[in-house]
């Protein structure tokens, strides 16, 4: 591969060290070497001039969900073109390479490689899956047998290179575990060096127990745990920040190592049924769908939801964000109070009407509070995670965190904290945590994911009704020495691969 060399850039090597102008040679996929700016001439390098540029290594996206879309869509547009040249999927304990018949976690490695992605790949392996394979959709936590058969398939994907073990307590069948079955499979951490990631059972009114119980599974595994998607979830909850932070900060002098991740937005992006009170908050999506088929379920939930109103937020702050069903699509980007008024119907019944016609359709809803984020942003073990999966920039509807995260993470936590912060915990904190060797940082001899961006121009607002774009600022994005990203021409490199993570002592 010739080599090339990226000229008078301001340097954000990952280290969170401050910028300095300099010259980065790349050869071989690798970084060859580092000079400061212009101080010689490198004669027989290509160069492309960073002059008034700013040089990153690719940023890493420590909680997406491109299990599937990698496969269908490698060109992986809608992540790519906001720099991120790694992503960790298989997260909220759902890993579709345990889905697949033929061998799993090889057979899924392989095909990754084969479709040639734009981004590297690396993946969780994930206890809905696990429990869906070993138990089906069994509403009771796990007898011992079918606990010891899970922690065996996970044992077995983290030695073949998965990169650590994920869970959903909030989503079925998840919500049937208890902390014992979900201890009895972290065991299979023991020894690995690798994180147990977590969608917490609550993240609103049992934040607190949910974390105290994330520690107690991470202390059963590695002793490593990362809060998927940290927040305060219903404005009810939004006054137990402190207090979520404190009981972090006291499980920490345990000798447990915790870090988190965040999507920087207000809104979160999740089914619709999020919305609805007790007992429906805690019934499956299938659940749901099958019971309003009746029109007796349909009155009693509508008669319910006008009374209570939906949980943790109001109707113009919940858009519909997806949905399968054709006639529905005059929805999207709009809020429900929009469409029921546009339609003549009550909001509650509107909302019913929706979870009626689909299996969960998916929304947007301001259920987040803006100064908890920026008090989330603060902290220097938080690093983004969109929380996303693929998209091309043709789809009609979308949370604008699967296009704009990076853009966004980098001018908060920028503005919060310090640029080169932001870079650090958006390169090499993130590959130190899930041990991406190699990468994160630039300095001789590590690989040259990279990523070319203008400073000023780089940032991406909180924009639900027209989200899918680029965002602005990203000039070139290389995957292994080799450019995969221009605005000019798009996705126009393959060389991301899967990433075999091996296990470690601790
Ligand atoms: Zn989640």
């Not at 060290?17 to 290509?46: F, R, Y």
């Not at 979900?182 to 609550?202: E, I, M, N, P, Q």
């Not at 998209?391 to 296009?403: D, E, G, L, M, T």
Request: aromatic fraction near 6%; hydrophobic fraction near 40%.
């Amino acid at each position: 591969m010739p080599g090339f060399l990226i000229s008078h850039v301001k340097l954000y090597d990952g280290t969170g060290a401050p910028p300095q102008t300099a010259d980065v040679a790349v050869s071989n996929g690798v970084i060859a070497g580092i000079t400061p700016g212009g101080a010689v001439s490198h004669s027989g390098l290509k160069e492309i001039n960073g002059d008034g540029l700013c040089l990153a290594p690719g940023f890493i996206d420590v909680h997406g969900h491109s299990d599937s879309d990698i496969l269908e869509l490698p060109g992986a547009d809608s992540k790519i073109s906001q720099g991120i040249t790694t992503e960790i999927a298989g997260n909220c304990g759902f890993s579709d390479f345990l889905e697949r018949n033929d061998g799993g976690f090889e057979s899924y490695a392989r095909e990754v490689d084969a479709a040639k992605p734009a981004i590297n790949l690396a993946c969780l392996v994930g206890h809905n899956t696990l429990r869906t394979l070993v138990m089906g959709e069994t509403a009771r936590p796990a007898y011992p047998h079918e606990a010891e058969k899970m922690r065996r398939l996970a044992a077995e994907a983290l030695a073949r290179g998965a990169a650590g073990l994920s869970s959903g307590l909030w989503y079925s069948p998840g919500i049937f575990a208890d902390q014992e079955e979900v201890c009895s499979l972290a065991s299979a951490l023991r020894g690995t060096g690798k994180v147990y990631a977590t969608h917490l059972r609550s993240e609103g009114d049992t934040l607190i127990e949910s974390i105290r119980e994330a520690c107690a599974i991470a202390r059963a595994g590695s002793g490593l745990l990362q809060i998927s998607h940290f927040k305060t979830w219903g404005s009810t909850n939004w006054g137990k920040l402190a207090g979520a932070l404190s009981v972090i900060e006291e499980e920490r002098k345990t000798g447990l190592r915790i870090t988190l991740d965040r999507y920087p937005y207000l809104y979160a992006g999740t089914g619709l049924r999020m919305c609805l009170p007790a007992p429906w908050s805690a019934m499956t999506p299938e659940r749901i769908h099958s019971l309003l088929q009746s029109e007796e379920d349909r009155e009693k939930l509508a008669a319910e939801l006008k009374k209570t109103g939906p949980s943790g937020c109001s109707w113009d702050r919940i858009l519909l964000a997806g949905t399968d069903v054709p006639a529905h699509e005059k929805y999207l980007g709009k809020t429900i109070l929009q469409s029921a008024s546009a339609e003549g119907v009550d909001p509650a019944e509107f909302c019913v009407r929706l979870l009626a016609d689909e299996l969960n359709p998916f929304a947007m809803s301001g259920l987040l509070c803006g100064e908890n984020l920026e008090t989330i942003l603060k902290q220097d073990s938080v690093m983004p995670g969109s929380d996303a999966g693929l998209a091309s920039f043709q789809v009609k509807s979308a949370h604008p965190r699967k296009f704009g995260t990076m853009g966004r993470f980098f001018r908060m936590t920028a503005g919060l904290t310090s640029p080169e912060e932001a870079v650090r915990r958006m390169t090499s904190l993130a590959a130190d945590v899930f041990h991406l060797k190699g990468r994160g940082r630039i300095a001789p001899g590590y690989i040259a994911d990279l990523v070319l961006f203008d400073e000023q121009r780089f940032q991406a607002p909180e924009d639900y009704a027209d989200p899918v774009r680029p965002v602005p600022g990203i000039e070139a994005v290389w995957v292994s020495g080799e450019l995969a990203w221009t605005p000019g021409g798009g996705s126009v490199g393959r060389s991301g691969r899967f990433l075999r993570i091996p296990n470690r002592k601790e």
